[in-house]
């Protein structure tokens, strides 16, 4: 029992040793795979509405090559305005520091 569990954690680190070292390799073919399995569907969608298949892939590929960087984009104008509303309040924040010292050493007095 104890042996097989050993061969069994033995195998396991191999496993993830040959996997760390092979990933590089595999990534994109990996990466394309679940791209493919992700596009089959709406394909098939719209091959079903008689658009042809190669029609459907170029249409579905041309908008997300257009609709990512368009919605990157506006996700990069709300954090813009986002970064630019927590500066304002760090300066509120470096006033409220100021006035505190000053009413502390009042206290003080």
């Known amino acids: 029992m104890r042996q097989r569990r050993g061969l069994a954690i033995l195998g396991f680190v191999a496993a993830v040793l040959l996997g760390r070292l092979c990933f590089v390799y595999l990534a994109p073919f990996l990466i394309a795979l679940v791209l493919a399995l992700i596009l089959d569907l709406p394909i ?6 008689g658009l042809p298949r190669a029609w459907g892939s170029f249409l579905l590929v041309a908008v997300a090559f257009l609709g990512i960087p368009f919605l990157f984009s506006l996700f990069f104008v709300h954090l813009w305005y986002e970064i630019k509303s927590l500066a304002g309040i760090a300066s509120l924040g470096q006033l409220s520091d100021l006035f505190s010292g000053k009413i502390i050493a009042l206290l003080e007095d």
């Open 44 to 49: 098939s969608a719209l091959e079903k509405v």
